[in-house]
């Protein structure tokens, strides 16, 4: 399978605990998205990298939240002492260089905090 | 900051029917448009893309149309299908509007 992948896909925490996932994105694409989505809305953009380079972070994304494309490769989210409210669908995606270019969704990272 | 809104936010049409789903955005300086179709608890798939300078982009039974200057998206399928039964999403850039959910009855 050449098309982007999320792991976990299911992940349920207790409130104040750490997490991170994972996306792997299509190889030859530099760019890599991070979205939130909550249950009927759409994506809430995050961030997103071009390479190794973080190049803009939503206000949304707050210091427990952290982002790392160490290698350009694939990356990591992490969310620090989670809340119920960040109970949501965490989309990745990604693309090659560009503004002009289609984004490639994953099939997204559910997390549940309790 | 862009603003995307869809409407409506649900939609439902006998099988057969042509329907046309509508985007707006607030900031017309745009890299693209792309429609996305989601089924319930799924990733997005990539319909149609409409980069900046073009005004339109054709799939089968899909047509976007895309008006920069008025700030405006339409999404139009022909002859509808109960497989078309999906959440519609648009996004302007990285940012998305909440989507129409449409159901095709049989």
């Known amino acids: 399978d050449t098309g982007v992948s999320q792991d976990p896909r299911h992940k349920i925490t207790k409130r104040g605990q750490n997490v991170t996932f994972r996306c792997d994105p299509i190889?030859?694409?530099?760019?890599l998205y991070w979205y939130r989505q909550t249950l009927g809305q759409g994506p809430e953009f995050l961030t997103y990298?071009?390479?190794?380079?973080?190049?803009?972070k939503s206000r949304l994304l707050s210091d427990r939240f952290s982002a790392e494309r160490p290698k350009g490769s694939f990356s990591t989210l992490e969310i620090q002492r989670t809340e119920q409210g960040d109970s949501a669908m965490y989309l990745c995606?990604?693309?090659?260089?560009?503004?002009?270019?289609?984004?490639?969704f994953g099939p997204g990272t559910r997390l549940t905090v309790t | 900051k862009q603003e995307v809104t869809q409407i409506p936010a649900a939609l439902s049409v006998p099988e057969g029917e042509n329907l046309v789903l509508n985007c707006s955005f607030t900031d017309s300086a745009i890299y693209n448009l792309q429609w996305f179709r989601q089924d319930p608890g799924k990733g997005l798939t990539s319909l149609l893309l409409i980069q900046s300078s073009q005004r339109e982009q054709t799939s089968g039974r899909l047509n976007a149309s895309l008006d920069k200057s008025s700030g405006r998206s339409t999404l139009y399928i022909a002859a509808s299908q109960p497989g078309d039964s999906a959440t519609y999403l648009c996004a302007v850039d990285m940012r998305f509007g909440a989507g129409t959910r449409l159901t095709v009855k049989p």
């Open positions: 995606a990604s693309s090659l260089p560009g503004g002009m270019n289609e984004q490639y």
């Open positions: 990298f071009q390479n190794e380079a973080q190049l803009e």
């Open positions: 190889s030859e694409h530099n760019r």
